[in-house]
């Protein structure tokens, strides 16, 4: 979608540090990182919200569990273990405007979930 950055780095308009792309999927590193590991999986459909995710991505939400999964064992972190976050809306903080899952750790995370 025109004004999306998240379209925009799927399209390579705007650079990012991958780490995983197919044709479904892309996961770059986050620009501001919150931890040592700290990566965005990104569907290549563009879903505003997870309010607007329907029975029609069932296929499509399963699989970025899996390639999180996949990421986790190629880099290495899966063993040690990692939090995964999805903001929505406003309450949120939601920064983009096209659903993406936060994949963080490399560091014994704090024991709460939101501050
Ligand atoms: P949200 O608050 O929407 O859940 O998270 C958006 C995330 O995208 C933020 O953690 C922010 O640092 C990251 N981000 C925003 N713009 C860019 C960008 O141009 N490149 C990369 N790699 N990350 C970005
Ligand atoms: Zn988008």
């Known amino acids: 979608m025109g004004d999306c950055i998240f379209c925009k780095i799927i399209n390579k308009e705007i650079p990012s540090e991958i780490v995983y792309e197919d044709e479904k999927v892309i ?12 990566i965005l999986v990104v569907p290549k459909k563009h879903i505003e919200t997870l309010l607007d995710v ?9 699989y970025i569990y899996q ?13 040690n273990g990692f939090r ?6 406003k309450d949120s903080g939601q920064e983009v405007m096209h ?9 014994k995370l704090g024991d709460k979930i939101v501050d």
């Open 84 to 89: 995964v976050i999805a903001n929505c809306g």
């Open 27 to 38: 996961a770059f590193k986050d620009v501001n990182p919150a931890a040592p590991i700290h």
């Open 67 to 79: 390639t999180i999964n996949k990421i986790a064992k190629e880099q290495k972190f899966a063993q």
């Open 99 to 107: 659903i993406h899952f936060h994949v963080i750790g490399g560091k």
């Open 54 to 62: 329907s029975k029609e991505d069932k296929d499509l939400i399963s």
